[in-house]
C-alpha cells in the first residue's frame, strides 16, 4: 500500500481485523471468470431537470437504500459525471486534473443494473462503455473487505476508484501524491451532485481493506484502490 495515503488510525483498523493474515473476517470470496466483452454506454444528459445550486444544497451521504436495480442510464451518467470525456477535441474530463495526467480510473461493481449482467467492469471514458474485468456479483466480497459497512452489501452498483500514482508523480514528483487526492475529491464529489440530481443516494467509503479489494477485483499491480461509493435508491 502506498504509505502517504491512509491515515494512521485506519491502518489500525485494518491490522486489528485482519490479525496476522492479512485477510478479511469470515471473506469469502466470490467465483468469478474473466470477462472478455465491452457494453456501449447511453450517451450522457448534458441538461437535467436539477440545478447546480439545488444539487449543492441537497448534497448529503446517503447509507440506506431501498430495493431495486439501477438503470443503465443511471450508471452512465454517474460515470460520465465522475470522468466522462467533456472536451472531445483536447479529451478533458468531467473532473480537473493536474496537467491533465488524468491517474484516476474507475470501476463499476454492478449486482442489480438493468440490462448489465453482475460483475465487475471498468469505465473507458474515450468510448463512454464499459469494460468487462470479472463475471459474478462480488459485492459481498468488496462488503467484507470495507470492514462490513452495510451501503457497501446493499447498493445495486459500486463505483470503485483507483489511481496510478506515477502518471502524476512521474511529472510532479511527490507532490503528485497530493494532487492525485486532491483529483479524487473533486470526482466524487461530482458523483455527489449527479446521484442527487438523479434521485440516488451514495457515500464515499475510505476505510476498507485495500489489499483485499485489490485482489477481489483482480486489479493491475499499479493501480491502488482509493474509493468506494455505493450508490442506490432512496
Not at 31 to 44: G, K, Q, S, V, Y
Not at 101 to 122: I, M, N, R, W
Request: proline share 6%; with cysteine.
Amino acid at each position: 500500500m502506498h504509505g502517504a495515503r491512509l491515515p494512521l488510525l485506519f491502518l489500525a483498523a485494518v491490522v486489528t481485523v485482519t490479525l496476522a493474515t492479512g485477510a478479511c473476517p469470515n471473506s469469502r470470496e466470490a467465483a468469478t471468470e474473466p470477462m472478455n466483452m465491452t457494453i456501449n454506454l447511453p450517451e450522457p444528459r448534458l441538461d437535467g431537470d436539477v440545478s447546480v445550486e439545488k444539487a449543492i444544497e441537497e448534497r448529503r451521504s446517503i447509507r440506506s437504500y431501498t430495493e431495486g436495480p439501477l438503470s443503465l442510464t443511471d450508471v452512465s451518467q454517474l460515470l460520465w459525471s465522475a470522468q466522462g470525456i467533456t472536451d472531445e477535441a483536447r479529451n478533458f474530463r468531467a473532473a480537473p486534473s493536474a496537467g491533465a495526467t488524468y491517474p484516476l480510473e474507475l470501476y463499476a461493481v454492478a449486482g442489480e443494473v438493468d440490462d448489465l449482467e453482475p460483475g465487475v467492469y471498468k469505465y473507458n471514458p474515450a468510448d463512454n462503455e464499459l469494460v468487462g474485468v470479472l463475471e459474478g456479483d462480488v459485492r459481498r466480497d468488496i462488503y467484507e473487505a470495507a470492514l462490513r459497512q452495510d451501503p457497501v452489501r446493499d447498493a445495486p452498483v459500486v463505483l470503485v476508484f483507483t489511481a496510478v500514482y506515477e502518471r502524476t508523480t512521474g511529472r510532479y514528483g511527490e507532490r503528485g501524491i497530493r494532487f492525485v487526492h486532491m483529483e479524487i475529491g473533486h470526482a466524487a464529489q461530482n458523483v455527489y451532485l449527479q446521484a442527487g440530481a438523479l434521485g440516488l443516494g451514495t457515500v464515499v467509503i475510505g476505510a476498507f481493506d485495500e489489499d483485499a479489494t485489490a485482489r477481489i477485483m483482480g486489479l493491475p499491480e499499479e493501480e491502488k484502490a482509493l474509493y468506494l461509493i455505493p450508490v442506490g435508491r432512496m
